[in-house]
């Protein structure tokens, strides 16, 4: 089988080439290449944590495979656990996350990776899992990208004993370091033979109930047993004649950009141009429409728009909402397979499970959650999520997109898929085209832009920020494209993107 891959580190990617090679699908690839990025992209994702997996047979409908986390059936008095805040040093500005056992939700990645390849999968699980295992037991060398974020981070990952065993000595100390992880190589292999079951139901799962009842968390054996991978329908619209499928709700992003692309759907950007005024307008207008929509469906401008947004609201309603570090994962095959997976661990609980490498989330720790105050999320819900995993096709041309980026996730899909769909841009200039992103009456803008289009941006938006180069603050559209003949893709260099794919058809 031939195929390719867009993702957030050289070894994610090889991962899932090693499955091509196999002879595997691209849900094979897909699947590897989350085990490799569970060991490789260590701050931004996490056998601990959870993700979405979008899923198109080349027969057969998308559908959406739900392993976000959940919250806890029964909550701790406050007084009783474990959460307290750290900074997080971004340079230019400080951020407050908030960690410990108290923090953790119900992880869903080991049951999603395990199911998903059930459902989807060719190739044994040992297989899959066999690059993870390697990378985890050799080593790994710290590259540009992730030493940046484990400095940023770097208070969560000396939070404690445990963890400042296991990162200190290599993970943070910058570029270049070989960092190994021998017992996640040794939980890897155990799950490559036993399946999820010493997740949910045996060894591992007993060490995180004792040590969320040891140290002031939440999680009992019941979350554990009768944590489920939910099965939905995508969310689907039709744009220029794509069929573009993406996570509904109860998660949100999905939902966003759909609404964006009907907006959109009447603009004739392409006669417009990339770059000019009237398209740059144009966009930033339907960001600042949908962020307005989002909170009050009467302003939204049409009875139509009104009722999607008043579905998302419905949706939504009652599942808190996450919006935090992601990466992610696009694959497609010569068959006709695609897959979309986006990933996250939150900025990691500062626990590791106990004796098996696993750094836990910190998804409880999200003030989204808590908008009444922490401590007072919902009980057994599955928590919602700006992640927007997509898929996108049309008279056999296939595009699978996602992106991390917290909020900016959306904008970023968003532009891309117009540049590809409206603009008729290559996958690489589709992906490295400069961004625009609304939020809270505020435009930031990436460099690039004309003059004329610059000016006109910042007169109809005063609050306003120039960055003065290309930043991940803008996303990371890890992309790839099939024509039925030939691969194309990107891997976004804001987020350290790799793309890679076997050459013409089987």
């Known amino acids: ?288 429409h949908t962020n307005v929509a989002r909170q009050d469906g009467m302003l939204a401008r049409s009875e139509h728009h009104r009722q999607l947004m008043d579905q998302y609201r419905a949706a939504v309603q009652g599942h808190p909402v996450n919006n935090r570090g992601t990466t992610h994962i696009s694959t497609i095959d010569s068959a006709g397979n695609s897959a979309a997976l986006t990933l996250s661990n939150g900025e990691g609980s500062g626990q590791l499970l106990p004796d098996s490498g696993i750094m836990l989330n910190n998804m409880l720790g999200e003030e989204d959650l808590n908008p009444d105050g922490f401590n007072r999320w919902p009980c057994d819900v599955r928590v919602s999520s700006m992640m927007a995993p997509t898929l996108a096709e049309a008279k056999g041309q296939l595009i699978a997109i996602g992106s991390g980026g917290s909020n900016r996730l959306r904008s970023a899909i968003l532009q891309t898929l117009v540049n590809l769909i409206d603009f008729d841009m290559p996958a690489p200039q589709a992906v490295d085209a400069p961004r625009i992103h609304f939020e809270r009456d505020r435009l930031d803008i990436e460099p690039g832009l004309a003059d004329d289009a610059l000016q006109a941006l910042c007169a109809d938006y005063p609050q306003h920020r120039l960055w003065d180069s290309r930043n991940l603050f803008f996303g990371g559209t890890h992309t790839v494209c099939w024509d039925g003949r030939r691969f194309s893709g990107a891997g976004d260099p804001r987020r350290g993107g790799v793309f890679a794919c076997s050459s013409g058809v089987d």
């Open 1 to 288: 089988m031939k195929g390719a891959v867009a993702a957030g580190h050289p070894k994610t990617a090889e991962a899932a080439m090693r499955m091509y090679e196999l002879g595997g699908n691209a849900f094979d690839a897909a699947l590897a290449a989350t085990a490799a990025a569970c060991v490789v992209e260590p701050v931004l994702t996490s056998l601990g944590g959870g993700g979405f997996l979008l899923a198109r047979r080349h027969d057969q409908a998308p559908v959406l495979y739900d392993f976000f986390v959940q919250t806890p059936r029964q909550r701790r008095p406050a007084a009783e656990c474990e959460f307290y805040p750290v900074i997080a040093d971004f340079g230019t500005a400080q951020q407050e996350f908030h960690i410990g056992a108290g923090a953790i939700a119900t992880p869903g990645t080991v049951r999603g990776l395990v199911t998903t390849h059930r459902e989807l999968g060719s190739l044994p699980l040992r297989e899959i899992l066999s690059p993870a295992i390697e990378y985890a037991s050799q080593g790994v060398r710290i590259n540009t990208l992730q030493a940046y974020i484990f400095g940023i981070v770097a208070p969560i990952y000396r939070a404690t004993p445990a963890a400042t065993a296991l990162y200190s000595s290599e993970a943070l100390q910058g570029e270049g370091t070989l960092f190994h992880q021998p017992a996640l190589a040794t939980t890897l292999d155990w799950l490559a033979s036993e399946g999820d079951a010493p997740f949910y139901q045996g060894e591992l799962a007993d060490s995180l109930v004792s040590l969320c009842q040891d140290q002031g968390g939440h999680l009992s054996h019941d979350d554990l047993a009768n944590y489920r991978v939910i099965g939905r329908t995508p969310l689907r619209r039709n744009y220029r004649g794509y069929d573009v499928a993406t996570n509904p709700a109860p998660s949100s992003g999905g939902t966003l950009i759909g609404f964006a692309l009907t907006a959109l759907h009447g603009q004739d950007l392409a006669r417009a141009g990339f770059g000019t005024v009237q398209h740059l307008k144009t966009l930033a207008w339907v960001m600042a």
